[in-house]
Nanobody, 125 residues
Framework: QVQLGESGGGLVQPGGSLRLSCAAS????????VAWFRQGPGKEREFVAA????????YYADSVKGRFTISRDNAKMTVYLQMNNLGPEDTAVYYC??????????????????WGQGTQVTVSS
């Protein structure tokens, strides 16, 4: 079973950048698709970005397209989320999830069976 741990969150000013990391441990990491979701105050968890197990295909929510970039380094068993031009609307707890998703479900949290504990991102001046 793979276990996940997020890091890299923090407080950043509007227009700033952060890079989140999702480090995995355990076996079969390379067999998992990985996604980032976020949950803002008083909001439901929402899809942010996903990357296929071989890193060849990525998916983004419309709200982050062009600002966020997801990537993975399978040798380091880590998935990254580079976030640029952050705004207050990006304030949330960010979670990474691992699973095996088909295209129609890759943006849904139910496709992911393993989750990290989350990392807080706060965008404020």
């Amino acid at each position: 079973q793979v276990q996940l741990g997020e890091s890299g969150g923090g407080l950043v000013q509007p227009g700033g950048s952060l890079r989140l990391s999702c480090a995995a441990s355990g076996s079969n990491y390379r067999n998992y698709d990985v996604a980032w979701f976020r949950q803002g105050p008083g909001k439901e968890r929402e899809f942010v970005a996903a990357i296929r197990r071989n890193g060849g295909t990525t998916y983004y929510a419309d709200s982050v397209k062009g600002r966020f970039t997801i990537s993975r380094d399978n040798a380091k068993m880590t998935v990254y989320l580079q976030m640029n031009n952050l705004g207050p609307e990006d304030t949330a707890v960010y979670y990474c999830g691992a699973g095996s998703a088909i295209t129609s479900t890759i943006r849904t949290s139910g496709a992911y069976t393993r989750w990290g504990q989350g990392t807080q991102v706060t965008v404020s001046s």
